[in-house]
């Protein structure tokens, strides 16, 4: 399953069925779950842990070095999940020492070609970054969100649940959960309706979180007494106590208007 042209370290760890293709180069800290194909040319490195059933395109480079002036070569990691399709050209880098020490990437996503995720980020699940996603230090980003092309996440930001970023936005607030944002600077454009259908959010859900944003984002209202009033009228729906905790949490504001 490793081809000969392949460079394995002797101390990596790659269970029995793992793929290797031509000129991959698979260094001594490294562990891959069963499963997982490794394209041809692709380059992982560092403390990294994959789990199964991945696809690693080719031209990758997972577990590099953290590009951050502060780091003097700590001892960080690298942690990928299972099912990612990671695509070419993608790169993720190991965390730092003065962040989380750790770059965690969930389960189920689709990091399309030439894809950066940079240090200390934690990506959940079932997330679609399109060609070209830049994720700076440190962003969160919460599941089944999707990015369009060319899209750029400040660091420290945030992206909450099921939140839709337009093809090109730059985002240097925080991206509020449900949304769709989007533009030049980037407003919220309106509810994620297609991905709150594909999640199953119940109608009622639904309902309760498009009452929610009228409320937080009304006009002439102040937010924090917007998000009182949506605590006080939906706070029993999970999906709005989701969303203002979320706002209330944020420490660069949220994108709204």
Do not use: W
């Not at 069925?17 to 891959?32: L, R, S």
């Not at 695509?87 to 030439?114: K, P």
């Not at 990506?123 to 750029?152: C, K, M, P, S, Y």
């Not at 420290?156 to 730059?170: P, S």
């Amino acid at each position: 399953m490793i081809d000969p042209r392949a460079v394995v370290h002797e101390g990596a760890q790659l269970a029995s069925d793992v793929e290797v293709g031509p000129f991959a180069v698979i260094g001594a800290e490294v562990k891959i779950g069963a499963g997982t194909s490794v394209s041809a040319h692709a380059v992982i490195e560092g403390e990294v842990t994959i789990g199964r059933d991945n696809y690693i395109g080719s031209f990758t480079h997972l577990g590099g070095p953290p590009q951050h002036v502060a780091y003097k070569g700590e001892k960080t990691t690298l942690t990928i999940g299972d099912r990612n399709r990671i695509r070419e050209y993608v790169t993720m880098h190991r965390g730092t020492a003065d962040g989380r020490g750790d770059t965690l990437v969930g389960s189920d996503n689709f990091i399309m070609i030439g894809s950066h995720i940079a240090h200390d980020c934690v990506l959940g699940d079932r997330i679609i970054l399109a060609n070209l996603g830049t994720v700076a230090g440190h962003v969160i980003i919460e599941d089944d969100v999707v990015f369009g092309g060319f899209v750029g996440v400040h660091q420290f930001c945030r992206v909450g649940k099921v939140a839709m970023i337009a093809a090109g936005t730059k985002a240097t607030k925080d991206v509020p959960p449900f949304a769709i944002v989007g533009g030049e600077p980037p407003k919220f454009v309106g509810l994620n309706r297609v991905g709150l259908r594909r999640v199953n959010m119940p109608e009622e859900s639904r309902t309760a979180v498009r009452k929610a944003y009228r409320t937080i984002f009304k006009k002439g209202e102040g937010l924090e007494d917007g998000l009182a009033k949506t605590e006080k009228e939906f706070g029993e729906v999970a999906e709005v106590g989701h969303l203002v905790r979320f706002i209330r949490e944020s420490s660069r504001g949220v994108i709204r208007d």
